[in-house]
């Protein structure tokens, strides 16, 4: 185990984007002193099955679903109870479905988290991706107006878009991803920021996934990840 601030670990966001059980699970039990959230996307979740959110629960970690539901009312309302009940902790929704399909999921989850006996989750709503480099300026205000109409209590947004949703959503959970320590490859990330960047701008949950993922030593990027936060915000 590490020395990690607690306060800091739970900040810290793993994504899981690998594609077998036998990696996630090295992942998840060598950064556990690091990482106090892991993010299974689409990748793991296609793989492994829902399984995998029962298995991360079980090394302790909280456990972020990021399937980014979109679809009638309905259907979304429904996979979120089931997702809720397995132990999803957080889980994305596209605030592009609009309010009454984000209500749809709110509700489904905290009732399917709350048959099952767990703590209230997070629904999350995504505006726009952090891969996109070309959505127009009055997206993101748009989509933070959708996502609080619909009840979700945390948005997903690029480090440099803290300033303006913080403006206008004070009081919901950042979620950020495109993270990069410095000098690390973008990747495919649009816009990317440093982990102090991140916590200096006021995200409350940084998601990191490949700088850690495909390092040569996980580990030993993780610690260096931890090492250049020099004050948590
Ligand atoms: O590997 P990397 O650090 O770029 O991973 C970022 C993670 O955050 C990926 O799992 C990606 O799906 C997710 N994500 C994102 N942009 C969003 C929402 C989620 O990059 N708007």
Redesign the pocket.
Known sequence: MSDVPEELRQKLCL?L?VDDLVAANRLARDLKGHFGVV?V???LFTAVGPDVIGAMNDYGYRVFV?L?LHDIPNTVERASRVLGALGASYL?MHAHGGAPMLRAGVTGLMEGAANAGLPEPVAVA??????DADAPDHIIPQRVRVAAEGGCQAI???VGDLPDVRTLTPRMIK?V????PEGAPA???AR?GTPQEALDAGADLL????????ADDPVQAAADLVASVTSVG
């Open positions: 994504a984007d993010k996307g689409l990748e990021d980014k994305t995504v505006t726009v991706l952090t891969s997903v947004c690029a979620v991803p495109g993270i990069r990747d495919d990330q990317v998601v990191i996934g490949r700088p850690i993922t495909r």
